[in-house]
């Protein structure tokens, strides 16, 4: 997704404009004009800096009233280069220059790969038997015995359940927990069997 230059026409009075001072990107961008009042005519232009090395379609742009208009601006040669956008607002009435600071872009996307992920079972984590360490690197507690946080969460279910039952006094909590705690034994004995 391309960046944006946000561009607010219209929003304290006619022909207002309210702009950042700067963006800083390096590639194509796109101004987004939201008109907060009557439709309006804005004008953008380029400096020469930047218009050496990006353009826009047109430069006089019709917003219709409460709408939102996209202008991209096509960078065609990548570099460091510092311009600036001038726009204009009312023919003219209100002028607003934002400064532009395009950045070389970053080619550094590239993915090492480790070589043993190409072979069958590659990548695999090894076990500390395996590497003569005598420790298992992938066993824990919790992946050797999958059903002990479950037995936890039951027991914490219970006893929220109980403890509710006991603070509110009621017929109706204390059967509620009769339901969790019953629930709770038949899920720990579905999950042990």
């Known amino acids: ?24 990107t390096d590639d194509s ?7 907060h009042g009557n439709a309006s005519r804005v004008h953008v232009h380029l400096d020469e800096n930047l218009s050496a090395v990006a353009s826009l379609d047109e430069t006089n ?12 601006v096509s960078v ?16 003219g009435a209100t002028t607003r220059w934002v400064d532009v600071d395009l ?15 190409a072979e069958p079972g590659g990548g695999e984590r090894e076990t ?18 999958p059903a002990l946080p479950v037995l936890a969460l039951g027991a914490l279910a219970v006893a929220v359940a109980v403890g509710a ?11 509620g927990a009769v339901v969790v705690f019953v629930a709770v034994l038949l899920a ?5 069997r």
């Open 103 to 117: 950045t070389e872009p970053d080619d550094s996307g590239t993915v090492e790969v480790d070589e043993s992920l």
């Open 128 to 145: 500390g038997e395996e590497t003569g360490t005598g420790r298992d690197t992938t066993g824990s507690m919790l992946a050797d015995r």
């Open 29 to 35: 961008f796109v101004i987004r004009v939201r008109n």
């Open 1 to 24: 997704m391309p960046d944006e230059l946000p561009v607010d026409v219209n929003r304290r009075e006619r022909n207002s404009l309210n702009v950042p001072a700067s963006i800083q």
């Open 188 to 192: 720990g004995y579905l999950l042990v």
């Open 165 to 175: 039952a006991s603070v509110f006094e009621s017929g109706l909590v204390a059967a």
């Open 61 to 72: 742009h019709y917003v219709e009233a409460q709408s939102t208009a996209a202008i991209p």
């Open 76 to 91: 065609h040669e990548h570099g460091v280069v510092h311009g600036k956008i001038k726009l204009s607002a009312g023919y």
